[in-house]
T-cell receptor
Framework: GNSVTQMEGPVTLSEEAFLTINCTYT??????LFWYVQYPGEGLQLLLK?????DKGSNKGFEATYRKETTSFHLEKGSVQVSDSAVYFC?????????????FGKGTHLIIQP | ETGVTQSPTHLIKTRGQQVTLRCSSQ?????VSWYQQALGQGPQFIFQ???????GRGNFPPRFSGLQFPNYSSELNVNALELDDSALYLC?????????????FGPGTRLTVT
């Protein structure tokens, strides 16, 4: 079946540091890949997506590249801000798995200190 | 443009009872998906409705059932509640069914089973 593995948190960084959150996946077909962000007390918001190999998704200074050869979709940002503190979820959507639902990782709690 | 809304915000039920959660999809969206998010975990796909029919289902027992109405709003029903059903229930809508269509999430309903 489909699965997503992402690095355990919490990840604590200082403001302006470089961020990487690792994400690897297992899928039966050719999935689309997503990063969602969840701020305290809120629902999930789509941060970025990539629908085929070598695509790069980017938004708000975050970016991630769909690497089929390593089955990875790592999230990066060059200079984080306190406002980036949230929980980040890597997810995939693979109709070849029999449903169109998203498969999520467990989430990575990011804490940015001023 | 109205986003995805869910009701109620919070709910407390007793083991063995039944519960109905409601979701209004974003304007123009005909597909609704439901997810269960346990504390500290990523959301898990329950099922998806497309044009009033179940379009896919995750690994949840039959006591989890749903409906989608002609206006594309949706209900999630859970019978014979168990303590492990305590979670945040998220509804997401999308323009169409399909792996590359973005899912827009509501704020969720927090269900507590005692």
């Amino acid at each position: 079946g489909n699965s997503v593995t992402q690095m355990e948190g919490p990840v604590t960084l200082s403001e302006e540091a470089f961020l990487t959150i690792n994400c690897t996946y297992t899928a039966t077909g050719y999935p689309s890949l997503f990063w969602y962000v969840q701020y305290p007390g809120e629902g999930l918001q789509l941060l970025l997506k990539a629908t085929k190999a070598d695509d790069k998704g980017s938004n708000k200074g975050f970016e991630a590249t769909y690497r089929k050869e390593t089955t990875s979709f790592h999230l990066e940002k060059g200079s984080v801000q306190v406002s980036d503190s949230a929980v980040y979820f890597c997810a995939l959507s693979d109709a070849g798995g029999g449903a169109d639902g998203l498969t999520f990782g467990k989430g990575t709690h990011l804490i940015i200190q001023p | 443009e109205t986003g995805v809304t869910q009701s109620p915000t919070h709910l407390i039920k007793t083991r063995g009872q039944q519960v109905t959660l409601r979701c209004s999809s974003q304007s123009g969206h005909n597909t609704v998906s439901w997810y269960q998010q346990a504390l500290g975990q990523g959301p898990q796909f329950i099922f998806q409705y497309y044009r009033e029919e179940e379009n896919g289902r995750g690994n949840f027992p039959p006591r989890f059932s749903g409906l989608q109405f002609p206006n594309y709003s949706s209900e999630l029903n859970v019978n014979a509640l168990e303590l492990d059903d305590s979670a945040l229930y998220l509804c997401a809508s999308s323009f169409k069914a399909g792996t590359s269509y973005e899912q827009y999430f509501g704020p969720g309903t927090r269900l507590t089973v005692t």
